[in-house]
């Protein structure tokens, strides 16, 4: 059974960091691409930044890029997130997703191409 736990949330002052992890099991982690979601109250589910099963392919959300950092290690199953300059903006509840659809496939954005996610990290941002 398929399993993605995140973990590293909590409260931050704006311009501060966090960085979250997304331990996953139950299957093969290094043949498929990950992503990370966030949600904010009242607001729509939206796509954060996403990494190929090999690592070598990042992809971000423009509101994201330049100051969040996606990557993963294989051989622990694991995929982080390093948030830095954060904003107040950027307060929601962070999700991990696998792309297990797709073997060796390339990064995708589109939340329906994700078929297993994690239970969500709130992550809250104060000015």
């Known amino acids: 059974q398929v399993q993605l736990v995140e973990s590293g949330g909590g409260l931050v002052q704006a311009w501060g960091s966090l960085r979250l992890s997304c331990a996953a099991s139950?299957?093969?982690?290094?043949?498929?691409?990950m992503g990370w979601f966030r949600q904010a109250p009242g607001k729509e589910r939206e796509f954060v930044a996403g990494?190929?099963?090999?690592?070598?392919?990042?992809y971000y959300a423009d509101s994201v890029k330049g100051r969040f950092t996606i990557s993963r290690d294989n051989a622990k199953s694991t995929v982080h997130l390093q948030m830095d300059s954060l904003k107040p903006e950027d307060t929601a509840v962070y999700y991990c997703a696998a792309n297990y659809k797709k073997t060796f496939g390339p990064v995708v954005t589109a939340g329906s191409e994700y078929d297993y996610w994690g239970q969500g990290t709130q992550v809250t941002v104060s000015s």
């Open positions: 139950g299957r093969t982690f290094s043949r498929y691409p």
């Open positions: 990494i190929s099963w090999s690592g070598h392919s990042t």
